[in-house]
C-alpha cells in the first residue's frame, strides 16, 4: 500500500512540474514576441519624424533660394533704372557742354571778325555820315525821330563811347554805343548784342525813346547831371 502511494506521488510531482514548466514557456515566449514589437512600432515613428524634418528642411532651403534669386532680380532691376537715370543725365550735360561750346566759340568768331554788317536802307539824308554814325542815323529815322534830332543824339554817343560798338566801361560794366549798363541788357534787342552796332543802337533808342522822348532831351539831360 505504502509503495502504491508513493509511485502516485512520484508521477503527481511529474505532472506538477510538466506543467509549471509549460506555464514558463509560455510566458516567455509571450514576452519575447511583445518586446520586437514595441521596438519596431518605436522605429517606425522616428523615421517618420525624421522623414517630416527633412521635407521641413528641404522647404526652408526653397523657401531662402527663392527669395535670393528675387532679392537679386529686385537689385538688378534697381541697378538697371539707376544706370539709365545716371546716362540721361550724362548725355544731357554733354549736350549742353557742348553747345555751351559751339556758343561760345561763336560768339569769339564774332567778336574777332568785326562787327556784323548792317543791311538796311539808308536814307539820303544820313550819307553825310559813315560807320555806325550812320547805321545811328538810319535807325533813329526809322524810330519816328526827325532828322533834326541827330546832331543832339550823335553828341550823346559820341561823348559816351565814340559810337565804338567795342567800348566797355570796366569800373562799371557799362558797354557798346549807348553804355548800356549793364551790357547785357541789350540782349532784348538781339542775342548779338555785343557785336551788332544795330542791335545796340535800336536798344539806345528806345531806352531814349522811353526815358527822355527824344534824342535831344536825353542830350540836354545829360549836359546838366553828366549821364543819362
Known amino acids: ?128 555820315y559813315s560807320g555806325s554814325r550812320e547805321i545811328g542815323c538810319a535807325l533813329m529815322l526809322d524810330k519816328g525821330f526827325p532828322i533834326a534830332e541827330f546832331p543832339c543824339l550823335d553828341k550823346l554817343w559820341k561823348h559816351e563811347s565814340g559810337w565804338n560798338y567795342k567800348a566797355e566801361n570796366r569800373s562799371s560794366g557799362a558797354y557798346g554805343i549807348p553804355q548800356a549798363l549793364p551790357g547785357r541788357k541789350m540782349a532784348s534787342a538781339g542775342a548779338d548784342w555785343k557785336t551788332n552796332p544795330a542791335t545796340q543802337i535800336k536798344w539806345g533808342l528806345g531806352y531814349v525813346k522811353g526815358r527822355y522822348d527824344t534824342p535831344c532831351g536825353a542830350w540836354n539831360y545829360f549836359q546838366n547831371n553828366g549821364h543819362y
Open 1 to 128: 500500500m505504502n509503495r502504491l502511494w508513493s509511485r502516485v506521488g512520484v508521477r503527481v510531482l511529474s505532472v506538477g512540474v510538466l506543467v509549471a514548466g509549460l506555464i514558463a514557456g509560455i510566458y516567455l515566449g509571450q514576452g519575447r514576441q511583445t518586446e520586437p514589437a514595441g521596438v519596431a512600432l518605436a522605429g517606425a515613428e522616428q523615421a517618420d519624424l525624421d522623414i517630416q524634418l527633412l521635407k521641413q528642411h528641404e522647404a526652408r532651403h526653397a523657401a531662402a533660394r527663392a527669395w535670393k534669386r528675387e532679392a537679386e532680380g529686385a537689385a538688378a532691376a534697381k541697378a538697371a533704372t539707376a544706370a539709365k537715370a545716371a546716362a540721361g543725365r550724362a548725355h544731357k550735360l554733354e549736350t549742353k557742354v557742348a553747345a555751351d561750346k559751339k556758343a561760345a566759340t561763336e560768339r569769339k568768331k564774332q567778336e574777332t571778325s568785326g562787327p556784323v554788317k548792317f543791311n538796311g536802307p539808308i536814307p539820303s539824308s544820313c550819307n553825310e
